[in-house]
């Protein structure tokens, strides 16, 4: 009762005062990447932006990673402003804090969800913080959403977020194919619509949005689609799931559960089972919500049914994926008051009127619970962001620079788990697992994972080439269990303390023995 009345409370002083929901935010934001470390996820990017030879070379790079271009060509452009990741986290920042300012001002939420939504664990942790290209998809969704109305003279705005959508991610990818078969099926099957459009919109106006839309989804899945040396395309390295696996399709299903209420289930059957039920269960009760909005119903099926497919098919992803589940459920409910209840589908696809009015008395419960479990996820993403490091990388780069080691020769391994270092030192490292010098990786042919041993014994084989005549600095991303008679290690500092368990760092000297 306590927290209800303090929301409330809050609530309604934001109502007073519009602009300071948004200015608290900001301000939150801004000190969240302050204290933000990097991880590799984030700095791989601008890693390849910063060093890809040619603009070539970066399309070349790019496609190995997954993701279509906008992120990449943004990040190319900011390089020219500032070659210093921070205006990636900024240039990040903003990009949220528009999609807040969209969401904040055109939405139809009550101002007490609106405040539950915006320091949910999506918004205001997972696409805030951390400065990854699915901020993109929160802030077109919501462009799309806005901007919904001018499809009755123009397609040409829903047509151009789709677009930037599309080449955003593989999961905007996705959504925006979703959107685009949304406004088709409108525009096929509701003639009063059709009439109103031809009678307002300009010529060529059709065409030239279908001409947009196909043009930016070739160009994305050209882009996503991975070379023939590719052999960890976007992190999927298990190729498409064609079988039936009765397993594998209730942990897709309750990618559903753990985007609503952030809980993923552990992987007993029985766990499964039950929140593939409640998953069940929400789905089917705003399928019942939106089922005399024709339109709404078939872009919430369709959009879930890609996204559950492809989670089933190739990939059940983490939270920055499954996330859209939810950014669609709040696209799905914003679009739903831009129509009138149907008649035809009253008739023909809605249930009884009992249970209608059920599904709309609980729909504000269950709404409501999905909130306050976001909000409660948000609050504790961004307070453990600013108690732990999310990676050891910035605590490391800081102690190479402040004790001068930034010249020396570093040979780091595991290769991928050195980007957020390499971006941080603005330097390359001797990678053993491509046994040269560089900064970003890419799964490609020619890259091998390599253990201690391999490791060392390429250490000693630079010795011995007299490619390096002075001590070395080895970075480990695992404590080194292993030694060499003919090599004198010792060990300099280790950081420990990172939430990403992958990316806690140990420093040690190299040098022949006898040196």
């Known amino acids: 009762m306590l927290a209800k009345k303090a929301i409330n409370r809050i609530s309604n002083l934001f109502s007073l005062y519009p602009w300071l929901i948004v200015i608290i935010f900001s301000i939150l934001g801004f000190i969240g990447i302050l204290n933000h470390s990097m991880w590799r996820d984030e700095l791989n990017p601008w890693l390849i932006v910063r060093d890809s030879e040619s603009f070539t070379d970066l399309i070349a790079n790019i496609k190995y990673e997954g993701h279509p271009v906008l992120w990449y060509f ?48 999506f918004p205001f942790y997972e696409y805030f913080l951390i400065s990854r290209n699915y901020a993109f998809s929160l802030l077109f969704i919501f462009a799309f959403c806005a901007v919904f109305p001018s499809r009755k003279t123009t397609y040409l705005y829903l ?61 994305s899945v ?14 999927l390295n298990h190729g498409w799931s064609t079988n039936l696996d009765v397993f594998n399709l209730l942990k897709s299903i309750n990618r559903l559960f753990a985007s609503y209420l952030l809980i993923i289930p552990k992987k007993r059957l029985l766990d ?9 269960l929400i789905f089917s009760l705003y399928l019942m919500k939106f089922s005399r909005k024709p339109v709404v119903l078939f872009m919430y099926t369709v959009v879930n049914f ?7 098919l190739r990939f059940t992803g983490n939270h920055r994926h499954f996330g859209h589940f939810y950014l669609v459920f709040i696209a799905a409910l914003w679009l739903e008051g831009y129509y009138q209840n149907s008649l035809v589908s009253e008739n023909k ?14 729909h504000y419960v269950v709404f409501t619970l ?40 570093i040979i780091a391994s595991r290769d991928a ?26 799964f490609k042919q020619g890259r091998q994972d390599v253990d201690q041993p391999e490791i060392l014994r390429q250490v000693h084989a630079l010795f011995q080439s007299q490619a390096i005549e002075s001590r070395i600095l080895l970075i480990l991303n695992k404590e080194l269990n292993f030694n060499r008679n003919d090599l004198n290690i010792v060990p300099i500092k280790s950081f420990k303390r990172a939430w990403v368990d992958t990316e806690r760092y140990y420093l040690y000297w190299v040098n022949k023995t006898g040196n």
Not at 222 to 235: D, E, K, M, R, V
Not at 272 to 280: D, P
């Open 370 to 409: 999905i909130l306050s479990a976001q909000l409660f996820g948000g609050i504790y993403g961004f307070a453990r962001d600013l108690i732990i490091p999310f990676s050891a990388s910035r605590e490391t780069a800081h102690y190479i620079q402040h004790n001068q080691l930034n010249d020396e020769f």
């Open 74 to 121: 943004s990040l190319a452009f900011l390089r020219k402003i500032a070659d210093n990741p921070l205006i990636m986290q900024l240039f990040h920042l903003s990009i949220t804090i528009t999609a807040i300012l969209i969401f904040y001002l055109y939405s139809p939420f009550k101002y007490k969800h609106k405040l539950l939504f915006i320091f949910g664990y």
């Open 417 to 442: 788990n050195m980007a957020a270092l390499s971006g941080y030192l603005n330097r390359k490292f001797y990678y053993p697992e491509r046994q040269m010098m560089g900064s970003f990786t890419l």
């Open 159 to 219: 047509s151009s977020f789709i677009g930037l959508l599309a080449n955003s991610s593989a999961y905007g990818l996705l959504v925006s194919f979703a959107l685009s078969l949304t406004l088709l099926f409108e525009f096929c099957f509701d003639s009063e619509h059709r009439k109103n459009y031809f009678g307002q919109s300009k010529q060529y106006d059709l065409i030239l949005s279908f001409l947009i839309v196909v043009f930016s989804l070739i160009l």
């Open 349 to 362: 696809l809605s249930p009884t009127p009992k249970l209608f009015n059920l599904a709309q008395k609980w």
């Open 272 to 280: 499964l089972f039950i929140c593939t039920i409640i998953s069940i």
């Open 306 to 312: 890609i996204l559950l497919a492809f989670t089933y």
């Open 222 to 235: 050209y882009i996503i689609t991975p070379p023939a040396n590719s052999y960890l395309h976007g992190g």
